[in-house]
């Protein structure tokens, strides 16, 4: 197994976590009693199964994990201490000292009982919070979704410009397509004049793309969108124009190994290596990242080993993309 000491010393960043991924079950657990939650369970060990990815899964009933984990997480409280542990944790185990953690903050809002300017600035003093316990630089990407009306996408993208100067970073998009008819029916240019609105305010725009989606959707999100970076967009593999044009605009893909094995979308490390193979050959920049450490039972060295041990990846391609990630970091 490989022993990462050419990682000893090095800062690690990781742009890629969603909060709702990167709590530990224990304190998901504590949390909901804390507040008195009607959980799924009485059962500890049944819970833990419940919110971390002990087995594989379809993408779809994948995405199902969140939903518990967002209403653990629907108070100001619990997400000051979800911000603090995700932060900390990070830090403590795997020596990241830049950190991208995104949520969406009107699935926490218990469909309009708990005003959003609350829960957005309790998760920033609980990022604050935590840079004053440990040297870390950290941020907020807030996140629209496929399956919320245009009012909704546009009331996160204000939050999110609202508080820019405080903590927020970025927008994001993402959210499961076969959920509702929004998700069916969705488009990249119904939030194009919203994305252009956030960029305007200087916020950085990552997308959720190429992952579940096709290569249609990723044209789609590049041409239209224009982020800076994507979540995943591994199907750009399929199609050589756009790896090109990737390369050519140096848009970043957030890459998150472990988490598209866990639902299927990468059938096996042979797959992984033909996958990282096409983008260094194209030139695509790529970054590693958990996509919630907590829920894939894993780390971000531990991406890294997993990488090494399969010849995927080698310590310069590491070394490289740690480098791509702190440069593509929104946190200035
Ligand atoms: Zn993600």
């Known amino acids: 197994m490989a022993t990462l000491s050419f990682l000893k010393n090095i800062e690690l960043t990781e742009l890629h976590t969603h ?17 008195g939650l009607r959980l799924p369970t009485k059962d500890y060990w049944e819970f833990v199964k419940l919110v971390t990815f002990h087995e594989r899964k379809e993408y779809e009933e994948y995405l199902m994990l969140y939903d ?5 997480q629907s108070s100001p409280d619990a997400l000051f201490a979800a911000a603090q542990t995700a932060i900390s944790g990070a830090y403590r185990s795997n020596n990241i000292t830049k950190l991208e953690l995104r949520f969406n903050p009107i699935l926490r809002n218990q469909s309009g009982e708990k005003d959003l300017d609350h829960l957005i600035v309790f998760t ?15 941020g907020i990407i807030l996140m629209m979704d496929r399956r ?11 939050k999110a410009i609202k508080y ?24 990249c240019s119904d939030v194009a004049d919203l994305v252009k609105k ?15 989606t096709n290569i249609n959707e990723m044209w789609e999100v590049v041409e239209i969108l224009k982020p800076d970076r994507i979540g995943h967009g591994i199907a750009a593999i399929d199609d050589l124009e756009l790896m090109k044009f990737l390369s050519k605009k140096k848009i970043v893909l957030e890459t998150c190994p472990t988490s598209n094995l866990n639902t299927k979308l990468v059938r096996d490390y042979d797959h992984m290596r033909e996958i990282y193979s096409k983008l260094k050959e194209h030139n695509v920049l790529f970054t590693i990242n958990t996509d919630g450490p907590e829920m894939q039972l894993i780390s971000l060295k531990h991406e890294f080993t997993k990488l090494l041990d399969h010849n995927i990846l080698t310590e310069k391609d590491i070394l490289q ?12």
């Open 148 to 158: 919320f009306s245009y009012e909704a996408n546009a009331a996160v993208v204000d």
């Open 321 to 332: 993309s740690n480098k791509i990630a702190e440069k593509a970091s929104f946190i200035k």
């Open 124 to 138: 920033l003093q609980g990022i604050e919070r935590a840079m004053l316990k440990y040297p870390v630089k950290a």
């Open 198 to 212: 956030a960029r305007k305010a200087g916020l950085g725009i990552t997308v959720h793309t190429g992952e579940a």
């Open 68 to 72: 518990l984990t967002e209403k653990i």
């Open 164 to 187: 820019h100067e405080r903590g927020v970073i970025g927008i994001d998009l993402a959210g499961p397509i076969e959920r509702n008819n929004n998700s069916r029916t969705f488009k």
């Open 19 to 35: 909060l709702g991924f990167s709590v530990s079950p224990n304190m998901l657990w504590e949390m909901a009693h804390n507040r």
